[in-house]
């Protein structure tokens, strides 16, 4: 079972900065995607950023210019620097890894995995 560890949640004031760290256990299959996903109160999840394995990354809009999203491959870890927060970026933030994929030998395989969710609180 692939395990995420989350880090980097907490209280900052809005304009201020964080660091979400997240850490994965080997996998058998190759990573696809990276994922963080944030849930507001009574708000559905929405992709917040993803990094593909060939490097590129994507964006919601709202959080474009401000959060940037990188891997530490030789750690296994997938970061979300944030910047500029604002106080409508409250919200649980999970990492996703994703290592889904097909092919016409194997089929389906693979699996996306989450972490436990960091709290992220941006003040006004």
């Known amino acids: 079972q692939v395990q995420l560890v989350e880090s980097g949640g907490g209280l900052v004031q809005a304009g201020g900065s964080l660091r979400l760290s997240c850490t994965f256990s080997r996998t058998t299959f190759s990573v696809n995607f990276m994922n963080w996903y944030r849930q507001a109160p009574g708000k559905q999840r929405e992709l917040v950023a993803r990094?593909?394995?060939?490097?590129?990354?994507d964006y919601l809009d709202s959080v474009k210019g401000r959060f940037t999203i990188s891997r530490d491959n030789a750690k296994n870890t997938v970061i979300l620097q944030m910047t500029s927060l604002k106080p409508e970026d409250t919200a649980v933030y999970f990492c996703?890894?994703?290592?889904?994929?097909?092919?016409?030998?194997?089929?389906?395989?693979?699996?996306?995995?989450w972490g436990q969710g960091t709290q992220v609180t941006v003040s006004s």
């Open positions: 996703n890894v994703d290592t889904r994929s097909y092919t016409d030998a194997m089929g389906y395989t693979g699996a996306e995995y």
């Open positions: 990094l593909t394995s060939g490097g590129y990354s």
